[in-house]
């Protein structure tokens, strides 16, 4: 216990946000007796699930339909299994180099998805397994990446955080550069005359980078329709926000762009958030910041316990208290949608689902050694030739 | 001799133009046009460039310029002169100083399907977006294994200015050439500048696109040829300027200029060099330097870089390795920026970059004289 006290912060946290956000998963409240459960049905955010900085915050009063909340329960237990088992694979030495997953984070990606259209684009850093799949990509492909496989979304030769679809730029090793990235696909979509919004994710430890705020700059004088998402899980690497950020009010940190800041445990006030913020930025409002107030459970990646920097007793009550997939069961079986029996059947679903991707990505050959070569240039574009580790190794194209 | 002259002057444009210049009024209403006439086909560099980016910008409407002052500035050096008012405020974008971000979105637009060409003011600023450069923009088609695209162009002048010291002089040659996934072009002529600007616009993957501020100036003839709003060049395939069967001079940029005229004072002592213009630093043309080894056994490289893991070194440890090496007669000579950060005096600066009598007294050396 004493080697912990030395990662205690000397300085007694205040926490940053009891001020007003509250980051519980299961506050929101029915309105009235539901009637008719295919019809959408009114419930009520908690008071502290937003704060604004230059705008005004969304309503609290949501619409939510029971097959949608229901199909977000099945999608965020799908994610939680596919880290679930990332985790077994990288234990089980299949899966190599870094792997960084988003446990506890689900509201985060599955919220995402359910307020933004299919042509919208996103873009995010390194912790991209669940962004990858909703955003049009398959658990297997992602899977057969981690294990460096054919069937991988990249082939086998990204890895982790670099996996991509066509309105899914990533998956970014550099932290921070995705920033400036993403706001050139803004850029683009503005330029093209698309009606489309682009999430630009980055971390609170992204937050402070020189880049970051350039990107602000220019999507602020350029009218982008950018949304800058700030996932704050509490934790660069090892280093609380505290400890890195003169300021963690990164909503805040927009200087002219207005932000938002959001309980990203909640799944329905998420959604809900990034439907207004898609709102903002399509009807001509120039860019926006949003904040998710966030946990990980686990450590920053497969390498860091997670344990060094935070106790764990701050970590289980995370996890018991304000698990975003306990807080949906809540919400689904007090709203009389469905059963425990039901929603357990689901979990069976998502795990059965899982398991057989995992099994299919298993059986994905490696590449080609040919494959070293490939993908360097455009296809039809190469050099006559590439090097390799001596000069008899060479690849003619 | 007509002949021996007409080429003569055909690769010493420097020379030819003394000899053949046109009267000063009609170079002085060239120059106020901005544009060589078609009758007399000779183009500065700057305006070389100006016309590639119009004519692509013209044909591809995803085309597009952004970078520090390209716009209402005419652009620093003013290699953009004339596109805002031409194109408009969405395809002509001044940007903030803030190259990691202005670079980065350039990136993003390129991802996104549209063609960006993002001028960095010196390739010395560009230090500040490497990251985007080099990982952004040149890894990820691998990275995504084949499936996401980035067809961006980065340019602007690379290496030495006059008199800007060392912040403001370093050439970037060896290290975006050494990056599997960029392709690096390093133009010389007002031809080079046009068929390979436009090529690497019009090449799906990222170049990096390495001018000389100190050639923006410089007049060249222009083939008919190269007038064509349709003519490209292939990168990755040098150009002999100069054909020679005594030694081989390979020259990038402006340092071409400086082995043509060597080339002309080592004829006059009877040393008939063979001098190529490599165009391209990646994919780097070895298949001509060593045909042309073969043949004349004797090689002299000349940059502009440090001396240090460069492009010289490149060159010559990749002719040692092949067949061509069985065919020299004398070491690989490099001659190459000095290994000292760019001093300011002109004197000194001077003792800092390759000059002609450098070049003359190197190339006799490979062909073991000492007059």
């Given at each position: 216990m004493a080697s912990l006290a030395r990662f205690r912060p000397a300085v007694r946290r205040i926490p940053a946000f009891a001020r007003a956000i509250q980051t519980s998963a299961d506050t929101t409240q029915l309105q009235d007796i539901i009637e008719?459960?295919?019809?959408?049905?009114?419930?009520?955010?908690?008071?502290?699930?937003?704060?604004?900085?230059?705008?005004?915050?969304?309503?609290?009063?949501?619409?939510?339909?029971?097959?949608?909340?229901?199909?977000?329960?099945?999608?965020?237990?799908?994610?939680?299994?596919?880290?679930?088992?990332?985790?077994?694979?990288?234990?089980?030495?299949?899966?190599?180099?870094?792997?960084?997953?988003?446990?506890?984070?689900?509201?985060?990606?599955?919220?995402?998805?359910?307020?933004?259209?299919?042509?919208?684009?996103?873009?995010?850093?390194?912790?991209?397994?669940?962004?990858?799949?909703?955003?049009?990509?398959?658990?297997?492909?992602?899977?057969?990446?981690?294990?460096?496989?054919?069937?991988?979304?990249?082939?086998?030769?990204?890895?982790?955080?670099?996996?991509?679809?066509?309105?899914?730029?990533?998956?970014?090793?550099?932290?921070?550069?995705?920033?400036p990235v993403g706001a050139g696909i803004a850029f683009a979509q503005k330029y093209l005359g698309k009606n489309t919004a682009t999430f630009a994710l980055y971390g609170d430890g992204a937050s402070n980078q020189g880049q970051v705020f350039e990107a602000f700059n220019m999507a602020k004088l350029w009218g982008l329709p950018a949304?800058?998402?700030?996932?704050?899980?509490?934790?660069?690497?090892?280093?609380?926000?505290?400890?890195?950020?003169?300021?963690?009010?990164?909503?805040?940190?927009?200087?002219?762009?207005?932000?938002?800041?959001?309980?990203?445990?909640?799944?329905?006030?998420?959604?809900?958030?990034?439907?207004?913020?898609?709102?903002?930025?399509?009807?001509?409002?120039?860019?926006?910041?949003?904040?998710?107030?966030?946990?990980?459970?686990?450590?920053?990646?497969?390498?860091?316990?997670?344990?060094?920097?935070?106790?764990?007793?701050?970590?289980?009550?995370?996890?018991?208290?304000?698990?975003?997939?306990?807080?949906?069961?809540?919400?689904?079986?007090?709203?009389?949608?469905?059963?425990?029996?039901?929603?357990?059947?689901?979990?069976?679903?998502?795990?059965?689902?899982?398991?057989?991707?995992v099994e299919e990505a298993k059986q994905s050959p490696e590449p080609l050694a040919k494959d070293l070569w490939t993908d360097i240039y455009y296809k039809g574009t190469e050099p006559s030739s590439m090097r390799g580790r001596e000069r008899e190794e060479v690849h003619h194209y | 001799m007509a002949a021996a002259r007409a080429a003569f002057s055909r690769v010493a444009p420097a020379i030819a133009s003394v000899r053949a210049r046109p009267s000063l009024a009609l170079k002085r209403a060239a120059f106020a046009r901005g544009y060589a006439t078609a009758s007399e086909n000779s183009m500065t560099v700057r305006d070389a460039l100006n016309v590639a980016m119009e004519e692509e910008m013209m044909r591809d409407e995803n085309v597009f310029i952004l970078g520090e002052e390209v716009a209402r500035y005419n652009?620093?050096?003013?290699?953009?002169?004339?596109?805002?008012?031409?194109?408009?405020?969405?395809?002509?974008?001044?940007?903030?100083?803030?190259?990691?971000?202005?670079?980065?979105?350039?990136?993003?637009?390129?991802?996104?399907?549209?063609?960006?060409?993002?001028?960095?003011?010196?390739?010395?600023?560009?230090?500040?977006?490497?990251?985007?450069?080099?990982?952004?923009?040149?890894?990820?088609?691998?990275?995504?294994?084949?499936?996401?695209?980035?067809?961006?162009?980065?340019?602007?002048?690379?290496?030495?200015?006059?008199?800007?010291?060392?912040?403001?002089?370093?050439?970037?040659?060896?290290?975006?050439?050494?990056?599997?996934?960029?392709?690096?072009?390093?133009?010389?002529?007002?031809e080079d500048c046009k068929g390979l600007l436009k090529a690497a616009i019009r090449d799906p993957n990222p170049v990096v696109f390495l001018e000389n501020e100190m050639m923006y100036g410089v007049t060249f003839p222009m083939s008919s040829e190269a007038m064509s709003d349709n003519f490209t060049l292939p990168i990755g395939k040098a150009k002999v300027e100069r054909e020679g069967t005594d030694i081989t001079i390979v020259a990038h940029s402006k340092m071409v200029t400086h082995s043509l005229e060597a080339a002309d004072i080592l004829a006059k002592e009877g040393v008939k060099a063979e001098v190529i213009n490599l165009r391209s630093i990646r994919p780097l043309d070895i298949d001509t330097i060593k045909a042309s080894v073969k043949k004349t056994n004797r090689l002299l490289i000349v940059e502009g870089g440090f001396p240090a893991f460069g492009v010289g070194s490149e060159i010559c440890a990749q002719i040692v390795e092949s067949e061509a090496f069985d065919y020299l007669d004398a070491p690989v000579e490099r001659v190459t920026g000095a290994d000292v950060p760019t001093p300011y005096a002109t004197n000194l600066e001077a003792l800092a970059f390759p000059d002609t009598p450098v070049i003359v007294k190197v190339a006799k050396r490979a062909l073991y004289r000492t007059n």
């Open positions: 008719d459960q295919s019809k959408p049905f009114t419930v009520k955010l908690h008071e502290e699930s937003f704060r604004a900085y230059q705008c005004e915050t969304p309503s609290l009063e949501v619409e939510v339909k029971k097959d949608e909340l229901l199909k977000m329960y099945k999608d965020m237990q799908t994610m939680r299994r596919m880290e679930m088992a990332a985790d077994a694979l990288y234990k089980a030495k299949l899966i190599r180099g870094f792997c960084h997953l988003a446990i506890g984070q689900e509201a985060v990606s599955v919220g995402l998805e359910y307020g933004i259209k299919p042509e919208d684009r996103v873009i995010t850093a390194y912790r991209c397994h669940p962004f990858a799949v909703m955003r049009g990509g398959t658990i297997k492909g992602v899977i057969a990446e981690l294990l460096g496989r054919q069937a991988g979304m990249s082939h086998g030769k990204g890895g982790s955080m670099h996996i991509f679809t066509p309105s899914f730029f990533g998956g970014n090793g550099i932290v921070g550069a995705q920033v949304v800058f998402v700030c996932e704050n899980n509490k934790y660069g690497m090892g280093t609380s926000a505290e400890r890195s950020s003169s300021n963690t009010e990164y909503f805040t940190r927009g200087d002219k762009i207005p932000g938002l800041q959001v309980n990203g445990m909640d799944i329905i006030a998420s959604r809900h958030a990034v439907q207004y913020a898609r709102k903002w930025v399509t009807e001509g409002n120039g860019p926006l910041l949003m904040e998710f107030v966030t946990y990980r459970y686990g450590g920053h990646s497969m390498s860091d316990p997670g344990t060094t920097y935070r106790t764990r007793e701050e970590v289980q009550r995370m996890r018991s208290t304000q698990d975003p997939i306990r807080g949906l069961q809540r919400y689904i079986e007090e709203w009389g949608l469905a059963t425990e029996q039901e929603l357990k059947q689901l979990d069976k679903d998502a795990k059965a689902e899982v398991d057989q991707a | 652009g620093a050096y003013k290699v953009t002169k004339g596109l805002l008012d031409k194109f408009g405020e969405k395809r002509v974008v001044d940007t903030p100083i803030t190259e990691m971000g202005f670079a980065g979105i350039a990136v993003g637009a390129a991802l996104s399907g549209l063609r960006p060409i993002c001028e960095f003011m010196t390739f010395n600023f560009a230090m500040q977006a490497i990251d985007q450069i080099v990982n952004s923009a040149g890894k990820t088609y691998y990275m995504s294994g084949g499936n996401v695209p980035c067809p961006v162009v980065f340019r602007g002048p690379n290496g030495a200015a006059s008199g800007v010291g060392a912040q403001h002089s370093q050439d970037y040659a060896a290290w975006y050439g050494s990056i599997p996934g960029l392709k690096v072009v390093s133009p010389w002529s007002a």
